[in-house]
């Protein structure tokens, strides 16, 4: 049998694949299931036919959001996906993915909130994953006590945050999961190697292992798409900033107070050849 693992990472994926690993895995309804009894074991009732996934399709852009959403037993689960990097903004992305989810929830039922018939809603649950390392956060985040000093606003989000953790569940799979990607990551950069590493060493570890047994594939693809998006952000950033250093350097060229020593201080980013030229470009406009 051919070794698909070992030639697909040469091949970089299209920019166009907009999931996740995160969302590849629980938009199965057996792992989503799963998901929904290590949160709520008590619900031994609960089937896969019982879950309905809304979650929220990322249309506008080719970034990679790691937001899901479903509905079970009127209960609308949200479940916001933080990567190694930790900001209570998260908080932000969990109020907006609420709305917009109520909004959609509203138009899918055919209730219109304008009117004077009450709307009927789903409880929510809201959880943050966070795949980095647990320190001293807390268990649970919220809008009021993060960005308003705990005062009594008229609108509150609380979110529950679930980390790494001692049991075999599907969500510390997940999580254990990211972070060997990050070793790996660590030690052979963003390359195939590592992409084809983690999923090695998670299946060695009985880590997601039956379905990176079935999804082998599209994992690479899900995971090389990261890559490059990651790269792309970083090129979009290093010009953005380029253009603000040649900006600035521009109107201190015009000003005409400081020598191209001085303003190579305050644009560190350009080289002296650079503001060289951009200062024969400002003199022939003049």
Same mark, same amino acid.
């Given at each position: 049998?051919?070794?698909? &693992?070992?030639?697909? $990472? ?16 629980? @938009? ?6 799963? *998901? ?7 619900? &031994? ?34 479940? =916001?996906?933080? @990567?190694?990097?930790? &900001? ?9 993915? *609420? ?7 509203? @138009?899918?039922?055919? @209730? ?11 409880? $929510? ?12 956060? $807390? ?31 599907? =969500? ?28 090695? =060493? ?49 109107? *201190? ?34």
């Amino acid at each position: 049998m051919q070794d698909d &693992t070992k030639q697909t $990472p040469k091949v970089m994926a299209k920019r166009t694949a907009k999931n996740s690993v995160f969302l590849d895995l629980f @938009q199965n309804k057996s792992y989503l299931l799963r *998901l929904y009894k290590t949160l709520h074991p008590e619900d &031994t009732a609960a089937t896969e036919d019982s879950l309905t996934d809304v979650t929220i399709e990322n249309v506008l852009t080719d970034n990679l959001y790691n937001d899901l959403g479903f509905i079970v037993n009127n209960k609308l689960m949200i479940l =916001i996906e933080a @990567q190694s990097t930790w &900001t209570m903004n998260i908080l932000v992305r969990v109020l907006l993915y *609420l709305a917009q989810s109520y909004h959609e929830y509203f @138009q899918r039922t055919s @209730q219109n909130y304008y009117k004077s018939k009450k709307v009927k809603m789903p409880k $929510p649950e809201l959880y943050v994953i966070f795949t980095g390392n647990r320190g001293q956060k $807390p268990d649970t985040i919220s809008l009021s006590k993060e960005f308003f000093e705990d005062a009594d606003i008229d609108i509150e989000v609380k979110a529950k945050v679930i980390y790494e953790s001692d049991t075999d569940d599907i =969500i510390n799979q997940y999580i254990i999961f990211c972070k060997v990607f990050n070793e790996q990551t660590k030690q052979h950069g963003m390359t195939g190697k590592a992409v084809t590493e983690t999923i090695r =060493i998670c299946k060695d570890r009985n880590i997601l292992r039956e379905y990176l047994a079935q999804r082998e594939k599209e994992v690479v693809t899900i995971m090389m798409s990261l890559f490059d998006e990651e790269q792309i952000m970083k090129s979009f950033i290093k010009s953005e900033r380029h253009d603000e250093a040649r900006e600035t350097a521009e109107r *201190l060229i015009k000003k005409g107070k400081m020598s191209l020593d001085e303003i190579a201080e305050c644009v560190p980013t350009l080289s002296f050849d650079e503001l060289k030229e951009l200062e024969a470009e400002v003199m022939q406009l003049a």
